[in-house]
């Protein structure tokens, strides 16, 4: 018996993964989509794809039939695909824009094919935009802060637990520790972020009295160098004393 194994995958139309292949052929030869597909035996459509993976400007599918045109943005002469193409490419036709989280200039992504318009993206980047989420979580919740002050209640663990607004109806709860020093850092803490209290009781949330830590930590561990005063150190074990 011979030894199981996956076979090798083979691309279908292997011409259309070499891009001077299908430069030749559309971009020096001046062929259309439909006639480089007849070439290999495939659809207008795949051909349409490789030159979109190698970002070559498509001609349009009445290429020719056109007058020549001005670019309305950078004035450049070129063939339109059309007698409603106003614009030589499709960064001239997006234009720029400004990033709503960083205020630099960037160009956005282009619609799907069939729609008229630019994408409404308001990022530059995921960055950019996963930081104004945030930014717009710590606004949202500033605001119930402000209109619904919270009912603290002190949980039989010893945190102190505060509810905003009404139960079942868009209610929520949280350690006041953690909301103490998200407010005193001025951005959510993440997943793996514990706050210790320095002084061991859990009810005092002053700012004071928090520490910033990484994972979890020991009941009751406070630990200060008598030196300097700092509080972050490490417990570590003593060896043993060597024997006389």
């Known amino acids: 018996m011979g030894t199981c194994g996956k076979a090798p995958t083979r691309a279908l139309y292997p011409e259309l993964q070499d891009e001077a292949w299908v430069r030749k052929h559309y ?9 480089v597909g007849e070439l290999i035996g495939c659809g207008r459509a795949t051909v349409e794809l490789a030159l979109k993976r190698f970002k070559i400007p498509a001609r349009g599918r009445h290429h020719g039939r056109w007058k020549p045109k001005q670019c309305r943005r950078c004035g450049t002469e070129f063939i339109p695909g059309g007698p409603a193409a106003l614009f030589c490419s ?3 036709r997006t234009g720029t824009r400004e990033c709503e989280a960083c205020a630099q200039l960037f160009t956005p992504d282009v619609l799907a094919t069939g729609q008229q318009g630019p994408s409404e993206q308001r990022y530059c980047s995921e960055k950019c935009r996963k930081w104004a989420r945030v930014q717009a979580t710590m606004a949202y919740h500033d605001r119930r802060r402000k209109s619904r002050p919270p009912r603290r209640r002190v949980h039989v663990s010893g945190y102190v637990q505060l509810y905003y607004g009404a139960p079942g109806n868009g209610g929520y709860r949280v350690m006041e520790h953690r909301q103490v020093m998200e407010d005193h850092l001025g951005r959510p803490l993440r997943a793996d972020e514990t706050v210790h209290h320095i002084n061991g009781d ?11 830590r990484q994972g979890r930590h020991g009941k009751n561990a406070a630990f200060r160098c008598n ?4 509080h972050d150190v490490t417990a570590v074990e003593l060896a043993d004393p060597p024997d006389d």
């Not at 971009?27 to 006639?35: A, K, R, T």
């Not at 949330?205 to 928090?210: G, P, T």
């Not at 030196?227 to 700092?230: E, H, Q, R, T, V």
């Open 27 to 35: 971009v020096d030869d001046g062929l259309s989509c439909g006639e």
């Open 90 to 92: 499709p960064e001239c």
């Open 202 to 212: 859990r009810a005092d949330n002053r700012i004071e009295n928090l520490q910033l």
């Open 227 to 230: 030196s300097c005063g700092s």
